[in-house]
């Protein structure tokens, strides 16, 4: 797939799901502005405590993971029937496919990620960036999970959104449970866990996609 062919399907998509995207936004900001807070600016998050991390991770993996679902499941056959047609036409294979049309729940996501982000600094407790940084990791993957959901039907579809919640539910709890055996290294295995788990999910769920997308058939 060329550059050009890329920007196109992802423009198109992105200028056609344009005012979920600002709706998306726009919850973002008020969720982030009014989630609660009361905790003290941290300096160093890696070695925040638990009760720290888990009110500061919540928010926004959790709601933006939704957002990300969200966004993902309506990406499949006959929202936009004419968008479908023009790419099942293009001599694409799946897996460009499958990159090019995860890009748009993943740069929605990233955007009312960081919309939450900045609402929680208006309100004068911003994520620390290893917590956005965590975020972002389950946001991303979460969405591409969900993608499958998109090219089944019946009982596939569901099992396929619950597994999109179960890594958003997962990605949480490795992030904030994971205490390292080492005291002195802060929570730095729990990090590590985290983005490891997420970019694994994401690239297996990414590769699913793109085999789905080669044999799925509308009709």
Known sequence: MTRRTLRAIVSARLHAERRAIAFACATAAIVGFVQPHGIAAITDPLSADIATRSVWIAGPMFFCSAIAIAIALVQGPGRHAYLDASETSAPLFGRELARAKALV?????????????????LSGFPAPPTFFALAIACVLASGIVALNATVRRGVGRWIAMLCAACVSAGAYALAVY????????????????????????????????GEALARYDPA
Do not use: M
């Open 105 to 121: 729940p993943a740069i929605a996501s990233l955007l009312a990620a960081f919309v939450y982000w900045c609402a929680q600094a």
């Open 178 to 209: 994971v205490d390292p055996p080492v005291k002195h290294r802060g929570d730095a295995i729990g990090v590590a866990s985290e983005l490891l788990f997420c970019a694994v999910v994401g690239f297996l769920a990414l590769r699913e996609y």
